[in-house]
């Protein structure tokens, strides 16, 4: 009887630690919530770059996070999702609100940046509840640089809870199934290859 042997690892499967790193480090300090941008822009680097998920399946420190603490670790209870969360209805849906959320976040900022708003040390947690956070921010940069690292650290901290409790709930990476960066980059991936291919098409039809 063979035996099974375990799962070959390499260094992508340890990016978990920076999801730890970057709520760790927001906690103490704010203007680290800078950093979730590379959220923002390495997948869309490989769709448009590559035009693959290359990010999303492999790099991705969030489901790096899911896959190590639902799938290795068990605290995943394992159910199948409901077939709306995964139809297209739910996911556009999900990434449009998403965005809308991020836009508003990027007009708050120029808003402080042009003196029309004023700085609000708080944490916003699912979009509602308001988290005083003044501890993580000493001074010392522009109020919208500070403005705009509590609002991307409450938006990153609430699709972090959101993809939490899917993952308790049901597969361990049910959240990239519908994580907005998915879904936009699976569109981006979908039309450069739509492109690439009627290139070929015109290059054969020469």
Known sequence: MKSVQPAKRHWYHYLWLYSLFFFAAGFFNILFAWLGLVSFLLPLVFAFG?????????????????????????????????????????????MVFFFAMFGNIIYT??????????????????WSVRVPWQWAYAGGVEPWVASFAFQLYSLMLTSEIIALATMLWFRPRSWCVYCPMGTLT????????????????GDFAK
């Open 109 to 126: 900022t120029w808003l402080i940046a042009h003196g029309a708003g004023s700085l609000s040390e708080v944490v916003t947690i699912l």
């Open 50 to 94: 590559f035009g693959t998920k290359g990010f999303c399946n492999r790099y991705c420190d969030r489901g790096q996070f899911l896959r190590m603490f639902g799938g290795q670790l068990g605290l995943s209870r394992g159910g199948s999702m409901p077939a709306w969360m995964k139809g297209k209805p739910f996911r556009y849906a999900f």
């Open 186 to 201: 699976q569109l981006v991936c979908k039309r450069k290859a739509s492109s690439e291919e009627k290139m070929q098409e």
